[in-house]
């Protein structure tokens, strides 16, 4: 591939619509549009100033293959740095690959996956995390992820890696200097100066570090994974929060068999809901193969919802209270034998998935409290309180009561503080394995200075370091890196 020659892609969705856009970009970009286009008023496209928009039409020949606008961006003043023109044309599939078509036999080629932007990173429009931002603004599916995109796009988590890398380089090359004096014992970098300087870039790494947690939760939403056993109310529930029939629901024990995965916004943080089939003892092969996945899905998840039948509870007790009316007391009494029972054994369920899955988010549902009384509701909170390390809800997936606070306490769980104050997140797996490295040789350095080594020692280390910065912007780079990032782009971007 070369970077000098002109190309050209459709930059909207490929498809029939109103309107689509043909973008050229190159040194014959201007050329190639003048011989295609012709302007209402007669002048000729190459001589207009740059930044403006231009009626006409779509010639091949004597034949008109439509009407457009031509909007031109003269170098450098363009998204790639390059001289620019853009066809709005009708959205027709045939006018779109009539146009492309046209522009290709006058010089022009396909462009490549992301190419545009990769033109515009070689020529200094953005630097290479910029880049990699306009791929994930794309991408975008909700406000959390949008607005971390158009930060880093911007330049904010760039220009902080600028800042840490340019004061370690002046450094670094004082460190140098000081090695064609070593004869003469000259110490050019102030060694208190360069401690407090390594100090500082090892707790903004670290902090950046830190923050990929939650800006790779922002990024790609949170799995939440909903299990139980069969009948519980499961696919109510994935149905109640999607506020849509999107699984479906029986009476029949095990009617899910295999995952069924949506996903909503909450709060502009994106969650990804999967009901699971209910877990139990089974001979049924389909069934089993289901449960298995259910707790890969689980494996999977962040956050893992236990959902319970709440009529379990009432019903055991039922059994051994005649005085359905009186009951309320009784059931939740503590010398209740079934109560305690039926407690115990969802108790029992919640540390297996506990013990199984200690890192993992849980939050314990007693579903079905519409059939409850107030009284039975709060005795049963304050019996499943007793378990540590989960938060516990009391809702109706079949009424709706109680599905907003689980969307509420779900939202909690996202640490949305450093996106609303503006501080610098971490999204990109590329960026994070970066900044280990760049860790760990800073770590070097000091260990370095605290054994009061030689500077050609430190020197190597810090090399490591500024190189590891390098990569995130693209100071460093090599073609096997830019095709890999530029690859996941769409054509015509």
């Known amino acids: 591939m070369t970077h000098t020659d002109t190309i050209v892609a459709l930059a909207t969705p490929a498809g029939a619509g109103a309107i689509a856009i043909i973008r050229l970009s190159g040194e014959q970009a201007l050329e190639i549009a003048s011989c295609v286009f012709v302007s209402v008023s007669g002048k000729k496209l190459s001589q207009q100033k740059t930044h403006t928009i231009h009626l006409g039409h779509i010639k091949d020949g004597d034949r008109v293959v439509d009407e457009v606008l031509a909007s031109m961006f003269k170098n450098p003043n363009s998204y790639t740095g390059e001289d620019v023109v853009e066809f709005s044309c009708h959205g027709s599939n045939y006018i779109q690959q009539e146009i492309i078509q046209l522009c290709l036999r006058k010089g022009a080629r396909m462009a490549q996956a992301g190419e545009f932007t990769l033109r515009a990173f070689l020529n200094g429009k953005m630097d290479l995390s910029q880049a990699e931002a306009v791929a994930d603004l794309i991408a975008s599916d909700s406000e959390a ?3 971390l995109a158009i930060q880093q796009m911007r330049g904010g988590f760039s220009s902080e ?16 200097l000081e090695l ?32 990929f947690a939650t800006g790779n939760v922002l990024k790609n939403g949170i799995p939440v994974a909903i299990v139980g056993e069969p009948n519980v109310g499961k696919s109510t529930l994935l149905n109640a929060l999607l506020n849509e029939e999107r699984a479906i629901v029986s009476d029949i024990a095990g009617t899910t068999r295999d995952t069924i995965e949506d996903e909503i916004t909450i709060g ?39 959902l319970f039948d709440s009529n379990t509870v009432r019903l055991s007790l039922s059994k051994s209270d005649e005085s359905f009316n009186d009951a309320s007391k009784k059931r939740f009494d503590k010398g209740s034998e079934t ?17 199984k899955f200690p890192q993992k988010t849980l939050v314990v549902i007693a579903n079905k409290v519409d059939t409850l009384s107030e009284e039975e509701i709060k005795k049963l909170q304050v019996s499943l309180s007793a378990v540590e390390g989960s938060q516990t809800i009391s809702l109706s997936a079949k009424t709706g009561q109680g599905v907003e606070t689980l969307k509420n306490t779900l939202l909690n769980f996202v640490n949305t503080g450093a996106l609303r104050n503006n501080e610098t997140i971490v999204t990109n797996s590329r960026h994070y394995d970066a900044l280990l490295k760049a860790l760990e040789e800073i770590q070097k350095v000091q260990a370095g200075i605290d054994a009061n080594l030689s500077g050609d020692l430190l020197a190597i280390d810090i090399r490591q370091a500024l190189y590891h910065f390098g990569e995130i912007t693209g100071e460093i780079s090599n073609d096997d890196l830019l095709g890999n990032i530029f ?3 769409c054509i015509g971007k």
């Open 487 to 489: 690859a996941n782009f």
């Open 339 to 355: 109560s305690q029972n039926a407690i115990a054994s969802t108790k029992i369920e919640i540390e297996k998935i506990k013990n």
């Open 145 to 147: 992820s949008h607005q």
């Open 268 to 306: 502009g943080v994106g969650f990804r809901f999967i009901d699971t089939a209910g877990i139990r003892e089974t001979t049924d092969t389909i069934e089993g193969l289901g449960i298995q996945k259910t707790f890969q899905k689980m494996e999977q998840a962040q956050v893992v919802i236990y």
């Open 161 to 176: 890696i600028k800042a840490l890398r340019e004061q370690l380089l002046n450094f670094a090359s004082l460190i140098e």
């Open 180 to 211: 064609d004096f070593a004869e003469e014992d000259v110490e050019f970098a102030n060694r208190d100066e360069f401690q407090a300087l390594i100090s500082k870039i090892t707790h903004v790494l670290k902090r950046l570090i830190d923050s």
